[in-house]
């Protein structure tokens, strides 16, 4: 079955940056879109932002956009999301998620394979 494993989260300060990872298994990523989502105690899961197949066009979610960089490696059959001037209110566990049709698609219900999380934690 598809495996989707994230790593690279951790504690860090305000304004401090992490570069999340996901590793794909039994799935080539390679013409298909990939996701972030990320979802906060209480709170529903939310899109982070999306990266097209071809790893040249991404959609990110306005709450993040500038602050984060999606990217890929199809040979590599990986995923990355850089985290930079991050916030208390970034605290979340971050997901990678494949599989939409829809490229352009923050709807968590889009996408049929998700990760497990790794967890992110900013503190003020």
């Known amino acids: 079955q598809v495996q989707l494993v994230e790593s690279g989260g951790g504690s860090v300060q305000a304004g401090g940056s992490l570069r999340l990872s996901c590793v794909a298994s039994?799935?080539?990523?390679?013409?298909?879109?990939m996701a972030w989502f990320r979802q906060a105690p209480g709170k529903e899961r939310e899109g982070v932002g999306t990266?097209?197949?071809?790893?040249?066009?991404?959609y990110y979610a306005d709450s993040v956009r500038g602050r984060v960089t999606i990217d890929r490696d199809n040979a590599k059959n990986t995923m990355s999301l850089q985290l930079f001037g991050l916030k208390p209110e970034d605290t979340a566990m971050y997901y990678c998620a494949a599989g939409s049709t829809y490229c352009d698609s923050l709807n968590a219900a889009d996408f049929p394979y998700w990760g497990q999380g790794t967890q992110v934690t900013v503190s003020s």
């Open positions: 990266i097209y197949p071809g790893g040249l066009v991404t």
């Open positions: 039994r799935y080539t990523i390679s013409g298909n879109c």
